[in-house]
């Protein structure tokens, strides 16, 4: 039976026995090492330094997250420095604001005296920011006009809304900042989620503010009762007489037997009225375009209740004998 050879490669006790006192003692060296090197003074480093902000929280309110901290250079003691550096049990300095909507930044001038005094033993050397800029703004309640958005609803074809649209109530009253409450400019925006609205409406709907103010801004009305009523225009179209104006016995049309036609859409309401108009298409000489010998075509009368009146053809061509 052949014999087994043993591993060249396996390491002996002894020598894992070394190995360990070997790596125990660089432990300790490089422990005693630190361990004196953070005893000595007249360091220098750069840390982010806690903040904080006391001012009347009842009555103002960050329109911002606030900052939290503030980088400054500091030197002193080793010890010290790797406190501050890693935020080990250092309280946050105190920034107190007596009227916090009056200003929108301090000065880092302003901060170094008491952040100085504060951070002792270590020593402030200076702040790597000019300024700490924040916006704090008075609590302020307001009351606004609802009105519909239009980019949340929409009517059916050829429907209007007819008259004002009623609001119950006819105010929303919102508490908060008051620079966001002065961007709404006295009015509040009413979202219906309704599409091609046909008939009279009335319902309640719930009033929606926009995801990025919804936590600083409280609403007292939780909805809003809307109707309004709506007419429908209808689609129409006339055949129109010819009335010359101005014209010499030497220009005539192209066409003598044209028949402009009218298109256009009525109020529904006025149908009956419609019918009792005598509408004509003049031609006046005095209009024509010269460089190309032709004549708009315009339409009398013109009702208010009309719209989208189109006339076909537009323009007639002159001839000159």
């Known amino acids: 039976m052949p014999e087994t050879k043993k591993s060249s490669w396996r390491i002996s006790s002894k020598k894992i026995s070394d190995l360990k006192v070997v790596v125990l003692c660089i432990l300790a060296a490089t422990t005693f090492w630190i361990l004196n090197a953070l005893n000595k003074d007249n360091y220098n480093t750069i840390v982010d330094y806690p903040i904080q902000w006391e001012f009347d929280r009842t009555n103002y ?34 920034i107190i604001l007596a009227e916090p909507s009056s200003r929108k930044f301090i000065l880092s001038t302003e901060l170094k005296r008491p952040l100085g005094e504060f951070i002792t033993p270590t020593q402030l050397e200076s702040l790597l920011e000019d300024s ?47 620079s966001l409450l002065e961007s709404f400019e006295g009015k509040f925006p009413v979202y ?44 129409g179209n006339k055949r129109l007489k010819l009335k010359k104006v101005n014209f010499p016995r030497t220009v005539t049309l192209e066409n003598e037997e044209l028949i402009p036609i009218l298109s256009y859409l009525v109020d529904e309401r006025k149908v009956n009225e419609l019918k009792e108009i005598e509408f004509e298409a003049i031609l006046n000489y005095g209009k024509r375009n010269r460089e190309d010998s032709t004549i708009q ?24 004998e």
Do not use: C, M
């Open 192 to 235: 219906l989620n309704e599409n091609r609205i046909e008939k009279n409406f009335s319902r309640q709907v719930p009033l929606e503010l926009e995801k990025k103010i919804e936590d600083l801004i409280q609403i007292q009305e939780t909805e809003v009762e809307v109707s309004f009523s709506v007419f429908k225009y209808l689609e």
């Open 61 to 94: 309110i960050p329109v911002k997250p606030l900052p939290e901290s503030i980088q400054i250079q500091i030197s002193g003691n080793g010890w010290d420095l790797l406190r501050k550096y890693f935020n080990l049990n250092e309280p946050p300095f105190s």
């Open 297 to 320: 075509v315009d339409v009398v009368p013109k009702p208010d209740f009309l719209k989208d009146l189109k006339i076909d053809p537009i323009q007639v061509k002159l001839k000159y």
């Open 132 to 178: 700490i800029h924040f916006q704090i703004d008075k609590i302020v309640t307001k009351s606004l006009t609802p009105y519909l958005d239009s980019a949340g609803y929409s009517l059916g074809k050829n429907i209007e809304i007819d008259g004002a649209v009623l609001f119950t109530p006819n105010q929303i009253t919102l508490t908060g900042p008051s």
